[in-house]
């Protein structure tokens, strides 16, 4: 059954700070992986999406890489904002389901 | 992508009760997906939902508690029945677009009291 990890739970940074948020998954078989961004009670907001055969994606400050053969990605943000204090999904798309299968986020909030 | 609304974007209910949520998306879709989000934890999977059809029910989930209807292809309603405090969460439709990039509404707060 795959599961999804995301170190850490929380993190607090000073404003301007690069950082980088990790999840890992127990099976590498994944159609892909994406990036949400959800607000206090709100609803997702799609990051980035990669493909299995897609080493990595960027968007403006974001830069999401994906090592699907050691279950790993990375989600890279650079010179982070106030405005970036958010929880950060990851959700892999597993192949033998087909189904998206979630972490349990993590928290940021970067300080003015 | 696809911009997709959901009504109502919160309520507070009675235990007993039922609440019927509506997702709405601004193009024709296949399947549209029912999420629910409990305090604290992350998303779990309630159903599939494909027009004309009924729908899919993941496991733990079932049809007698979380009635779907999706009469066309833009529009889905999820109805929680028989509401307890347990069933406070955020639930939240979702579709796929190109490639299998999942597109989420602003989601309905639910508290059962």
């Known amino acids: 059954k795959q599961e999804v990890t995301q170190i850490p739970a929380a993190l607090s940074v000073p404003e301007g700070e690069n950082l980088v948020l990790n999840c890992s998954f127990t099976d590498s078989a994944i159609y892909n992986l994406q990036w949400f961004r959800q607000d206090p009670g709100k609803g997702l907001t799609s990051l980035l999406l990669?493909?299995?055969?897609?080493r990595e994606q960027t968007s403006g400050r974001l830069n999401a890489s994906l090592d699907k053969s050691s279950g790993r990605s990375t989600l890279y943000i650079a010179a982070s904002q106030p405005g970036d204090s958010a929880t950060y999904l990851c959700a892999v798309r597993d192949g033998g389901s087909e189904k998206l299968v979630f972490g349990k986020g993590t928290k940021l909030t970067v300080n003015p | 992508s696809a911009v997709i609304s959901q009504k109502p974007s919160r309520d507070i209910c009675q235990r007993g009760t039922s609440l019927t949520i509506q997702c709405q998306v601004d193009?024709?879709?296949?399947?549209m997906f029912w999420y629910r989000q409990q305090p604290g934890q992350s998303l779990t999977l309630i159903a599939t939902?494909?027009?004309?059809?009924?729908?899919?029910?993941e496991s733990g989930f079932v049809i007698d508690k979380f009635p779907i209807s999706r009469p066309n292809l833009t529009f889905s309603t999820l109805t929680v029945s028989n509401m307890s405090p347990e069933d406070s969460s955020i639930y939240l439709c979702?579709?796929?677009?190109?490639?299998?990039?999942?597109?989420f509404g602003p989601g309905t707060r639910l508290t059962v009291t």
């Open positions: 979702s579709v796929e677009g190109d490639l299998y990039e999942q597109y």
């Open positions: 193009s024709q879709v296949t399947m």
């Open positions: 939902a494909n027009q004309g059809s009924e729908a899919t029910y």
């Open positions: 990669i493909q299995s055969s897609q």
